[in-house]
């Protein structure tokens, strides 16, 4: 299914980069020159760029009347750079994009704007490739490792997936915002990310999840691809100096999201959690499901009877 884009809205493409001049200018190039989408304005976060070649092409690139360079000049924290780049645009949509993302096909944007105009959708989220053509992002699974962790990740490109949902389109609770469009004003409405207690990990997590408590669909597309050279800029959270940062950030998920964490309702609850490949659990895990279910309905049951108005909302499953 396609949707028609009469009236293309104003995109605000943010890309927070430090230095990495060669990935900065792969990225941007494809948005220019490789994105058939027709009204685009391009936001680069400068976060303390130091080395020669990246001024210039920050001169360089600026000379188009679409890009702007604005400078950040604070300590790295992907949710502080995101909302402060969210206050400078002037799009109806934002397109956050990591600046280690390159372009395959010219319609990926149109494709995932198509989706965030629908009445409501409060997220879209892309089909991502590692650089050999291995999947590295096919929509968020609530649970995995703990937390959350990417669908069909080192799988071959191709792969139909659990039942073919590798290749449909679907709501799922969360995506990954390395390539994430969202309207501005559910971006607003929700206070963007969570820059105090998630300011590298799970911070696009946390923000697919409280657009969902907020009645919003996280919308997932296969149609839109792009390759993904993952954490070529910043590094991986194994690194030593990331690791108590990230268990804090891990922990802070746990307490925030608890049991949800644990019953993702967009994934099947005879499946397992311990890898990103699809197997039954052992033992099951219906029984934990059927406890938080219970738990669930108890308090909308109890705020219904406080609001007999209110009709509760059901989850996907």
């Not at 994105?35 to 303390?48: A, G, H, K, M, V």
């Not at 080395?51 to 702007?68: I, L």
């Not at 950030?249 to 644990?262: F, H, N, P, S």
């Not at 895990?285 to 049951?301: D, F, Q, T």
């Amino acid at each position: 299914m396609r949707y028609a884009l009469h009236e293309p809205p104003l995109v605000s493409t943010i890309i927070p980069t430090r230095d990495q001049a060669a990935l900065l200018r792969t990225c941007v190039t494809g948005l220019l020159e490789r994105t058939d989408y027709p009204n685009l304005e391009i936001i680069i976060i400068d976060n303390r760029s130091r080395e020669p070649e990246t001024r210039a092409y920050f001169a360089e690139v600026a000379a188009d009347p679409r890009v702007r360079v604005v400078s950040y000049d604070k300590p790295f924290n992907y949710a502080a750079i995101n909302n402060f780049a969210a206050g400078l645009a002037s799009g109806s949509m934002l397109c956050l994009l990591n600046n280690d993302i390159e372009i395959i096909h010219s319609d990926w944007l149109g494709e995932m704007v198509s989706h965030a105009l629908r009445p409501g959708i409060g997220g879209v989220g892309a089909l991502l490739y590692y650089p050999d053509d291995r999947i590295q992002h096919a929509g968020t699974i609530l649970g995995i490792s703990g937390v959350a962790a990417h669908a069909y990740r080192w799988q071959r490109r191709g792969t139909p997936g659990y039942f073919g949902r590798a290749g449909l389109i679907q709501n799922l609770s969360a995506v990954t915002a390395a390539c994430f469009v969202v309207p501005a004003k559910v971006y607003a409405e929700v206070g963007g990310f969570d820059e105090r207690n998630l300011t590298v990990a799970f911070n696009d997590v946390d923000l697919c999840l409280r657009i969902g408590e907020r009645g919003y669909r996280i919308v997932w597309t296969p149609y839109a691809e792009l390759y993904h050279h993952e954490s070529a800029s910043r590094g991986p959270d194994t690194d030593p100096e990331n690791r108590k940062r990230f268990a804090a950030e891990v922990a802070y998920m746990q307490r925030r999201w608890g049991v949800l964490l644990q019953h993702d309702p967009c994934h099947n609850p005879n499946l397992w959690l311990d890898y990103h490949e699809w197997g039954l659990a052992t033992p099951p895990r219906i029984g934990k499901l059927a406890s938080c279910r219970s738990a669930v309905c108890g308090a909308k049951n109890a705020a219904q009877s406080a609001n007999p108005d209110q009709r509760v909302q059901r989850l996907p499953v």
